[in-house]
């Protein structure tokens, strides 16, 4: 599915931005394994989805470590709002499941055929040694790359988007050359929206309710390219550039 509700054609663009962590990667589904994974040593069943609400409240703790190392305290409270054990073991169970987290299924195959059209940009939440094993699985798409390592803080904060933008001007760029591509509503596809960038949603959790593991927004933000999938973006730039 795929609603075009933006004047700027895809073919408009030289760099594509990306949200790592939901949008090609699948944190949710590697949260919810490992949790399965030890609720089943326990003899106990969990709810996965319940789960990753316990995660996103516990997650956007003022002062929080930052993601995956932050699955360690987060399983604290998941670990007490299940009656699961809270071990040491256990911690550093959810910390090295998440940051072996696979891509989506259609994400190797939607990088390359976009990495053929534009210059790709990450943008993620993640420290650098998460990002690094992700980058790896997705098969190296990058021409560059920003972690909270590089930035020193996440975004929704503007400060991160202005490094990128900074960051494609030394390339003779603008961020009027940038699509910014997102499943996050709360971190990206609103402050994208309210920066001046053009923006596609790539809505993941379109067949399931909620927000999951990302907190939801104060409000929603209509993009202007909205996919199910990210190789429904893809499709879409190949369809623009070959019309």
Request: glycine letters at 6%.
């Amino acid at each position: 599915m795929a609603t075009e509700i933006a004047v700027k054609p895809l073919t408009a663009f030289s760099y594509v931005t990306f949200d790592v962590v939901g949008t090609l990667i699948d944190f949710e589904g590697a949260i919810k394994d490992g949790l399965a994974e030890i609720a089943t040593r326990e003899g106990r069943a969990i709810d996965g989805e319940a789960a990753l609400s316990v995660y996103r409240d516990a997650r956007y703790e003022p002062g929080a470590s930052r993601f995956p190392d932050d699955l360690g305290r987060c399983y604290s409270r998941i670990a007490a709002a299940f009656d699961l054990p809270d071990t040491e073991e256990y911690r550093a169970l959810m910390v090295a499941r998440v940051g072996d987290a696979r891509p989506f299924a259609d994400s190797n195959a939607a990088m390359t055929r976009l990495k053929a059209r534009y210059k790709l940009i990450a943008m993620t939440n993640a420290r650098r040694w998460a990002f690094e094993k992700y980058e790896e699985k997705l098969g190296f798409p990058f021409w560059a790359s920003f972690t909270t390592d590089d930035t020193g803080t996440e975004k929704p904060d503007p400060a991160f988007f202005h490094q990128v933008f900074d960051h494609v001007a030394k390339d003779g760029g603008s961020k009027d050359d940038i699509l910014h591509s997102a499943q996050s509503q709360y971190h990206d596809i609103g402050i994208s929206r309210a920066l001046g960038m053009t923006n596609a949603w790539i809505q993941r959790r379109h067949a399931q309710q909620g927000y999951g593991g990302t907190i939801a927004p104060q409000a929603f933000t209509e993009p202007d390219y909205h996919f199910h999938a990210l190789i429904d973006l893809a499709e879409a730039a190949d369809a623009a550039f070959d019309a």
